[in-house]
């Protein structure tokens, strides 16, 4: 099997870790493709929070850079304790339009779901592409309205919403089909990367 580099997303979680974000969603591309040319693949979406302490609900968009023109579809698939959810849907060019999803809390009535603590998964999008050889994507998560992300506290049910300005949005870029010497270049560039953010 063909690995999937991942260059960015080290990067993107150092940023989450040395920035003073309140709120951050960050993109995971699965570690390993299928064969090429044709295939698929799936990059998934965690939230979280230094407030609250479950996930409530939010609404982001996904944008590929380069390597779009070798998307053929984009969809999304929501975390189990998601009940509220809008899809809308894969508009081309390498761009999912925004998702929304939710879950109503009330403490005591209505307790969050298990697995929607903050740092878990929201859901995930399956990207289908069509090409032959290597090719480098770039995804970013895009600002949803009125508001990206949610939390609220078990315990009390105060709610917490990013601002738009106190929230860091995932970005990721991989090389799909790598080279085998490749592959290794980009994987050591995203550790050094890293090392260099805790230092």
């Given at each position: 099997?063909?690995k ?25 591309p699965?570690?390993?493709l299928?064969?090429?040319p044709?295939?698929?693949f799936?990059?998934s ?7 609250g ?21 984009i969809?999304?698939?929501n ?9 809308g849907?894969?508009?081309g060019?390498?761009v ?6 939710g ?11 298990p ?17 032959a050889?290597p090719v480098?994507?770039e995804?970013?998560?895009?600002a949803g309205s009125p ?8 315990v ?6 990013d ?14 089909c790598?080279?085998?010497g490749c592959g290794v270049l ?10 260099r953010c805790?230092?």
């Open positions: 099997m063909l999937l580099v991942t260059l960015a997303t080290a990067v993107a979680g150092c940023a989450s870790l040395c920035g003073a974000q309140d709120f951050s969603l960050v993109l995971v699965e570690p390993v299928p064969e090429c044709d295939g698929s799936t990059v979406v965690y939230g979280d929070s230094s407030f302490t479950h996930l409530l609900g939010g609404a982001f968009g996904l944008e590929i850079g380069d390597g779009s023109e070798f998307i053929t579809d969809t999304w698939t975390a189990a304790w998601s009940a509220f959810n809008t899809d849907g894969y508009a060019n390498g999912h339009n925004q998702v929304i999803f879950q109503l809390v009330i403490p005591g009535i209505f307790p969050p779901a697995g929607s603590e903050n740092g878990e998964l929201i859901g995930s999008f399956e990207v289908e592409y069509a090409f050889g480098f994507m995804f970013q998560l895009t508001f990206s992300l949610e939390t609220v506290d078990s009390t049910g105060q709610t917490y919403q601002n738009g300005s106190n929230i860091s949005l995932g970005s990721a870029s991989i090389l799909v790598p080279s085998p980009l994987g050591l560039a995203g550790i050094a990367a890293t090392k805790r230092s």
